[in-house]
């Protein structure tokens, strides 16, 4: 391999690497617990978790956390996209940006810890003017 071909290829993993996917990659670690601990965790219809438990998750999509719990009330926990300060980088190599669309490494995933009492099937919670009632039945 001659000098150009080496400078070649040396060019393009500087303009064709995205600046968030170097620095934290296209999935992202989420901590879930439970209070109880032992629910049911079913993440976007797919994928079943007992908590506590942590779940690798592509950044390239939201998700939605469904928690269960026999003699328990379900939550729900949704998973939002949010741009990372990471691709500030992807200004200084141009084709950074489209690297980092393309693989999801542009965005963090929030909540990335995630903790849920859950709250037994008998309670009603009433809330009226900012207090919380927890009326057992």
């Known amino acids: 391999m001659n000098f150009l071909n080496l400078l070649l290829i040396y060019f393009l993993l500087i303009f064709l690497s995205g600046c968030a996917t ?6 992202q670690d989420i901590a879930i617990i439970t209070d109880p601990p032992g629910a049911d965790l079913l993440v976007d219809g797919l994928t079943h978790y007992q908590s506590p438990a942590t779940i690798i998750m592509s950044r390239k999509d939201a998700h939605l956390v469904e928690i269960s719990k026999e003699g328990y009330k379900e939550e729900t926990v949704r998973i939002k996209q949010t741009m990372s300060a990471a691709v500030i980088g992807d200004f200084l190599l141009p084709g950074g940006y489209i690297v980092d669309a393309a693989t999801g490494a542009q965005v963090q995933l929030v909540p ?16 009226l003017d900012g207090m919380t009632i927890i009326r057992s039945r």
């Not at 170097?22 to 999935?27: A, K, N, Q």
């Open 22 to 27: 170097i620095m934290h990659g296209s999935t």
């Open 112 to 127: 990335d810890n995630i903790s849920v009492t859950l709250r037994p099937s008998n309670q009603t919670i009433i809330k």
